[in-house]
Nanobody, 126 residues
Framework: QVQLVESGGGLVQAGGSLRLSCAASGDTASTYAMGWFRQAPGKEREFVGAISWNGAYTTYTNSVKGRFTISRDNVKKMLYLQMNSLKPEDTAVYYC???????????????????WGQGTQVTVSS
């Protein structure tokens, strides 16, 4: 099992930027694809994006393409989500998650992820 801890959330004005971080523990953490998800109040959890185990591939939901960037540092066992041009509709609790399969390119389904962080709140004011 890999433990995940997110940080970097906060309050930002529309148009601003935030960078979320996710620290992973465990010797094998760097061999798994990682994803970011978010959940707004009263809404279902939503896929934001994912990155392959080696960082070579990324995929994003359409609403964040061109604004959000996922990266990872496998030496430091860190995952990042750079969020630019933030909008009020980006307000949510953001979660990082580890995919269940090793050496994968990343998927959009939450059912394919088995370890989750506790979440970090992002609030974008208009």
């Amino acid at each position: 099992q890999v433990q995940l801890v997110e940080s970097g959330g906060g309050l930002v004005q529309a148009g601003g930027s935030l960078r979320l971080s996710c620290a992973a523990s465990g010797d094998t953490a760097s061999t798994y694809a990682m994803g970011w998800f978010r959940q707004a109040p009263g809404k279902e959890r939503e896929f934001v994006g994912a990155i392959s185990w080696n960082g070579a591939y990324t995929t994003y939901t359409n609403s964040v393409k061109g604004r959000f960037t996922i990266s990872r540092d496998n030496v430091k066992k860190m995952l990042y989500l750079q969020m630019n041009s933030l909008k009020p509709e980006d307000t949510a609790v953001y979660y990082c998650a580890k995919e269940v399969r090793r050496y994968s390119s990343g998927t959009y389904s939450g059912e394919d992820y088995d370890d989750w962080g506790q979440g970090t709140q992002v609030t974008v004011s208009s």
